[in-house]
Nanobody, 128 residues
């Protein structure tokens, strides 16, 4: 059974940090890119970041560049999203997802439709 389980969310003040984890099981981790998405109330889902160990690629949406860092621990089948300098506009439910696609499709990493599996999400709330 494929599972993606997010953890690490919570309530933090603006300027603070959180580290999200996406623990995966049930598929060959090295074959998949893992993306992070978020959805705030009343807003569309947004791609935040993505990592592919097999292609050696990382991607970020512009609004988090320089603040968020994605990393992967292949031994633990887990992807992390280190979030620093958090802002109230980062408040959302954060989801991780897994995609097994060629590199040329991964160029569209922020399209949710390329992902095969999704987690249930973890809430991140940033207070001002």
């Amino acid at each position: 059974e494929v599972q993606l389980v997010e953890s690490g969310g919570g309530l933090v003040q603006a300027g603070g940090s959180l580290r999200l984890s996406c623990a995966t099981s049930g598929f060959t981790f090295a074959d998949y890119a893992i993306g992070w998405f978020r959805q705030a109330p009343g807003k569309e889902r947004e791609g935040v970041s993505c990592i592919s160990s097999s292609y050696g690629s990382t991607y970020y949406t512009d609004s988090v560049k320089g603040r968020f860092t994605i990393s992967s621990d292949n031994a633990k089948n887990t992807v992390y999203l280190q979030m620093n300098s958090l802002k109230p506009e980062d408040t959302a439910v954060y989801y991780c997802a897994a995609a097994r696609v060629p590199l040329w499709i991964l160029a569209g990493w922020d399209r949710g439709t390329i992902y095969n599996y999704w987690g249930q999400g973890t809430q991140v709330t940033v207070s001002s």
